[in-house]
Every structure is written in structure tokens, then in C-alpha cells.
């Protein structure tokens, strides 16, 4: 009956639509497809502008490692309702305050979401106001409750040796199992990971525009979304301020949504296959800055 319910925070929270104060995680919600928190102990949204950094795990059944294997600010601006999804791959080689140079999504394993969104504060100069995590079961969970979401794909995209994802050319309807396969497919492109995480980022906006859809047929449907997000999350928030921004969140529409992965070379330090971020990047992180979007 509630087919949507999770995609106000799966997108709400990635997109930031005035997102609004975040308490602490639930621990009676300890299992909760998705985790969120505050960066800062004060939220200070900059001119009507919100960044959040939105995080994908490899934790699972079986891997209890905690690497970020999708890294993206959601950033949007609340007085032109625009904004944008910028994309950093995993291998990214930065500064990760005080660790020294390493593998961007090695942040994670080291010192949890905060010291992520620190370590994409201090390459960036972006100052992130919140974070939400998913691991692989609390994607899949999302899905089905969410139900199929509809891409389109130029050409077949098979990855055997991968992720498993075999999906067809054309307009299709990706359900649980392709979902999940195709935000991490990377071994099917000639740029792996460079490929995969805009790809992740086209994943959120194919989210938003579900989210649209249903309003524009049903804007009833929020109140089925606000009675279902506190089973799906662990968020301290209001049924109200859900509500508010289940209304502001599907106004917004997916054109004015960048899609934007930062400016990257291949190489290597020592055995490790690293990609480095290119100076260029620096001017998309002083617009983003500015505009809360691209």
C-alpha cells in the first residue's frame, strides 16, 4: 500500500530540500536502510543553500568492512529551486585530515561519515551541512518498497564478471536485483568508476523523477510517505517537517538538477591504481559554492 514511502528520504535527504534539523540516529531503528546525521553541531544553511554529502556503503551480510563505495554532495539552492549532484569516485587520492594521503572512500573505514564529510570539506572548501549512508541491503530495501525505477539505457549493458547487471537497450523499468547492479557496475566501461558514479548520480534523479510522478497523480500520497519514513530511517524528525519537505521536494524538477563528476586523471601511487583530481576542479567547487548548483 505504500509503494513509495522510502523515496522522501532516499531523495529529500540526497537532494536536500531544506532539510531541516537532524537529531541523533534512533537506536530503537539500529537496522534502518538509511542513516543520517548532522556534519556540524549547528545547521547554518549559507544564503539558502544546503549540501549534503550522500554516502553508499559496501557493508553487507559478509563484509563488515565500511568503505564508501558512492561519494557525491547533493547541494541545492532553496530560492532558485536548482542544484546539482557532484560526483567523486572512490579512488579519488586526497587529504584526509589527520591521516595523510590516501583513498578518498578509506575516510569512511577511518572515522565514519563525519570524517568523510571533513575530509570533502577540506578538498572542496564546501562546508557540508549533513550526511546519509546506505549499504547494499538498506539500497535493496528502498527498492522494493519504492518499486521498479525507469532509466533508459543507449546500449545494452552487460557485466558478467561484475556486478551481474544484464540489462537491455532501450526504456526500462530496473527493479531490485538490476537497481542494485547498476549503480555498481564498473568493469562494463571503458572509465570503471569514473563511469559508475555518474551513473549512481543518474540512478538518484531516475528516484526524483518517480517522486514527481506520484505527486502529479496523487498529492495525497505524502501522507502515506510521512507514516512509512520513521520505519525506513534513522532521523529524529517531525512527521510535519517531513511532510513540508515531501511538498517542497517533488517541485523540483530533474532538468534543474546537475549532474557533475569532478575532473579526473588514472594513475597510481606505489601498487595502488589511484585516479587524481584535476586543478580544473577547483572552479566547479567555488560555483558550486557559491550557487548551490551547476
Same mark, same amino acid.
Given at each position: 500500500?505504500?509503494?513509495?514511502?522510502?523515496?522522501?528520504?532516499?531523495?529529500? =535527504? !540526497?537532494?536536500?530540500?531544506?532539510?531541516?534539523?537532524?537529531?541523533?540516529?534512533?537506536?530503537?531503528?539500529?537496522?534502518?536502510?538509511?542513516?543520517?546525521?548532522?556534519?556540524?553541531?549547528? /545547521?547554518? *544553511?549559507?544564503?539558502? +543553500?544546503? /549540501? =549534503? !554529502?550522500?554516502?553508499?556503503?559496501?557493508?553487507?551480510? @559478509? #563484509?563488515?568492512?565500511?568503505? &564508501?563505495?558512492?561519494?557525491?554532495?547533493?547541494?541545492?539552492?532553496? +530560492?532558485?529551486?536548482?542544484?546539482?549532484?557532484? #560526483?567523486?569516485?572512490?579512488?579519488?587520492? =586526497?587529504?584526509?585530515?589527520?591521516?595523510?594521503?590516501?583513498?578518498?572512500?578509506?575516510?569512511?573505514?577511518? @572515522?565514519?561519515?563525519?570524517?568523510?564529510?571533513?575530509?570533502?570539506?577540506?578538498?572542496?572548501?564546501? $562546508?557540508?551541512?549533513?550526511?546519509?549512508?546506505? @549499504? /547494499?541491503?538498506?539500497?535493496?530495501?528502498?527498492?522494493?518498497?519504492?518499486?521498479?525505477?525507469?532509466? %533508459?539505457?543507449?546500449?545494452?549493458?552487460?557485466? *558478467?564478471?561484475?556486478?551481474?547487471?544484464?540489462?537491455?537497450?532501450? +526504456?526500462?523499468?530496473? @527493479?531490485?536485483?538490476?537497481?542494485?547492479? /547498476?549503480?555498481?557496475?564498473?568493469?562494463?566501461?571503458?572509465?570503471?568508476?569514473?563511469?559508475?558514479?555518474?551513473?549512481?548520480? $543518474?540512478?538518484?534523479?531516475?528516484?526524483?523523477?518517480?517522486?514527481?510522478?506520484?505527486?502529479? %497523480?496523487?498529492?495525497?500520497?505524502?501522507?502515506?510517505?510521512?507514516?512509512?519514513?520513521?520505519?525506513?530511517?534513522?532521523?529524529?524528525?517531525?512527521?510535519?517537517?517531513?511532510?513540508?519537505?515531501?511538498?517542497?521536494?517533488?517541485?523540483?524538477?530533474?532538468?534543474?538538477?546537475? #549532474?557533475?563528476?569532478?575532473?579526473?586523471?588514472?594513475?597510481?601511487?606505489?601498487?595502488?591504481? =589511484?585516479?587524481?583530481?584535476?586543478?580544473?576542479? %577547483?572552479?566547479?567547487? &567555488?560555483?558550486?559554492?557559491? +550557487?548551490?548548483?551547476?
Amino acid at each position: 500500500m505504500i509503494r513509495r514511502a522510502s523515496v522522501l528520504v532516499a531523495f529529500v =535527504v !540526497l537532494v536536500s530540500a531544506l532539510v531541516p534539523l537532524l537529531g541523533p540516529a534512533r537506536s530503537s531503528n539500529e537496522n534502518a536502510p538509511i542513516a543520517a546525521g548532522r556534519v556540524h553541531q549547528r /545547521f547554518q *544553511p549559507r544564503k539558502g +543553500k544546503i /549540501f =549534503v !554529502l550522500v554516502i553508499g556503503s559496501d557493508a553487507r551480510s @559478509g #563484509n563488515p568492512n565500511l568503505r &564508501a563505495d558512492a561519494i557525491h554532495i547533493a547541494g541545492i539552492n532553496t +530560492k532558485t529551486m536548482r542544484g546539482a549532484i557532484l #560526483n567523486f569516485p572512490r579512488d579519488s587520492w =586526497v587529504n584526509i585530515p589527520g591521516r595523510g594521503s590516501a583513498k578518498m572512500n578509506e575516510a569512511l573505514y577511518a @572515522g565514519g561519515p563525519t570524517l568523510l564529510a571533513q575530509t570533502l570539506e577540506a578538498e572542496t572548501g564546501i $562546508r557540508i551541512d549533513y550526511w546519509v549512508m546506505v @549499504g /547494499f541491503e538498506g539500497f535493496q530495501e528502498i527498492i522494493r518498497d519504492i518499486g521498479p525505477i525507469q532509466m %533508459h539505457f543507449a546500449n545494452r549493458l552487460d557485466d *558478467p564478471g561484475g556486478s551481474g547487471a544484464s540489462i537491455p537497450a532501450g +526504456k526500462r523499468k530496473l @527493479g531490485l536485483v538490476d537497481s542494485l547492479a /547498476f549503480v555498481r557496475t564498473r568493469k562494463a566501461f571503458a572509465g570503471g568508476d569514473i563511469t559508475r558514479t555518474t551513473n549512481q548520480a $543518474r540512478f538518484l534523479l531516475a528516484m526524483l523523477r518517480e517522486l514527481r510522478t506520484d505527486v502529479e %497523480h496523487n498529492p495525497a500520497v505524502l501522507l502515506n510517505w510521512v507514516a512509512a519514513t520513521r520505519r525506513y530511517a534513522r532521523l529524529n524528525i517531525s512527521a510535519g517537517e517531513i511532510f513540508r519537505l515531501g511538498i517542497l521536494t517533488s517541485q523540483v524538477k530533474p532538468s534543474d538538477v546537475a #549532474n557533475v563528476t569532478v575532473p579526473v586523471s588514472i594513475g597510481s601511487v606505489g601498487a595502488a591504481s =589511484v585516479v587524481f583530481i584535476q586543478p580544473e576542479a %577547483h572552479s566547479i567547487y &567555488a560555483r558550486f559554492k557559491k +550557487k548551490g548548483s551547476l
